[in-house]
């Protein structure tokens, strides 16, 4: 049974930085495309950044150049390192493989930005 579990969200001030953690518990995490997504009160929940495999990257415009995603295949571990933080990218964030497959959807952690 595959298991996503999201950490390292919380509270911050506009401008400042957080990283997010998602460690898989399962064997999907070294072949598959990992990707962060987040939902908004009231919003669709998007893909905001993946990493293929092979360690490729993809953002959505909203966020290059501020958000870093990586992973650690030998640790089964996902990471999002948010800077330049602003109030819109306060949100949930999960991780999901790109394509999502919804039984892997953990509960998020919540990031909220103040401004």
């Known amino acids: 049974q595959v298991q996503l579990v999201e950490s390292g969200g919380g509270l911050v001030q506009a401008g400042g930085s957080l990283r997010l953690s998602c460690t898989a518990r399962g064997s999907i995490f070294s072949i598959d495309a990992m990707g962060w997504y987040r939902q908004a009160p009231g919003k669709q929940r998007d893909l905001v950044a993946f990493?293929?495999?092979?360690?490729?990257?993809n953002y959505a415009d909203s966020v290059k150049g501020r958000f870093t995603n990586s992973r650690d295949n030998a640790k089964n571990t996902l990471f999002l390192q948010m800077n330049s933080l602003k109030p819109e990218d306060t949100a949930v964030y999960y991780c999901n493989t790109n394509p999502p497959y919804y039984r892997y959807w953990g509960q998020g952690t919540q990031v909220t930005v103040a401004s």
């Open positions: 990493i293929t495999s092979g360690g490729k990257t």
